[in-house]
């Protein structure tokens, strides 16, 4: 079964600081993984893709395959990062083409102090 | 403008009552879905729907009914049946189609429903 866990419910920082929100996952075929973002009164959105290797707004994450790990990383904290994180896995090539049909962590309120 | 609208944005239920929430989308995409957010459990998948007249159940169907008669609409109804239907609920869509790279789920901005 698909499995995905976010061991910090609530993370502060301080801007400026560096940022790890973790994220373990548990899929036996080969992963899809993302992180979600919500900030205050804005709608759920994709901050970023394993497949892309991309920088979105300075963060990071790396898929870790034998540690089973995405954790999302960025190296000086700003106060605008301030919001709800989730990391999500996809349906992979087991689920077929269904790209919303995602299997969420539990999320993490990042709060960045100025 | 394109996107994905739920209406309303805070609905309250008296204890027995069936209650619809409105999805709509007109990004042109195949998929659907039906989220449930709580507190500390992150997001949950009630249904989805991948093409008009299917849907699939997802994790926590139990309680809920869907029905997906045109592409730009996925109406949710949580029935009397929903044992703890006080939620924020979240409806996004999607491209459905293989091979189709960067694809990823749009959200709306979501319903609170309230059983009073």
């Known amino acids: 079964a698909q499995r995905v866990t976010q061991p910090e419910k609530l993370l502060s920082v301080f801007k400026g600081a560096p940022v790890e929100l973790k994220c373990n996952y548990s899929?036996?075929?080969?992963?899809?993984l993302f992180w979600y973002v919500q900030y205050s009164r804005q709608r759920l959105q994709l901050l970023l893709r394993?497949?892309s290797r991309e920088s979105i707004k300075g963060f990071t994450a790396d898929l870790n395959k034998g540690e089973t790990s995405f954790h999302l990383k960025k190296p000086f904290a700003q106060e605008e990062d301030s919001a709800m994180y989730y990391c999500?896995?996809?349906?992979?090539?087991?689920?077929?083409?269904?790209?919303?049909?995602?299997?969420f962590g539990q999320g993490t309120i990042l709060t960045v102090h100025p | 403008d394109g996107g994905i609208t739920q209406s309303p944005k805070y609905l309250f239920r008296k204890e027995g009552q069936n209650v619809t929430l409105s999805c709509e989308q007109n990004?042109?995409?195949?998929?659907m879905y039906w989220y449930r957010q709580d507190p500390g459990q992150g997001l949950r998948l009630i249904y989805y729907?991948?093409?008009?007249?299917?849907?699939q159940k997802g994790d926590i169907a139990e309680g809920y009914s869907v029905s997906r008669e045109k592409k730009e609409s996925f109406p949710l109804t949580v029935t009397s049946a929903q044992k703890n239907p006080t939620a924020f609920y979240l409806c996004?869509?999607?491209?459905?189609?293989?091979?189709?790279?960067?694809?990823?789920?749009?959200f709306g901005q979501g319903t609170r429903l309230t059983v009073v």
């Open positions: 996004a869509s999607s491209i459905d189609a293989a091979g189709t790279p960067n694809t990823e789920a749009f």
């Open positions: 899929y036996s075929g080969s992963p899809e």
């Open positions: 394993h497949i």
């Open positions: 999500a896995l996809g349906p992979g090539n087991a689920g077929g083409t269904s790209y919303g049909k995602l299997t």
């Open positions: 990004l042109n995409h195949d998929a």
């Open positions: 729907s991948q093409i008009v007249n299917d849907f």
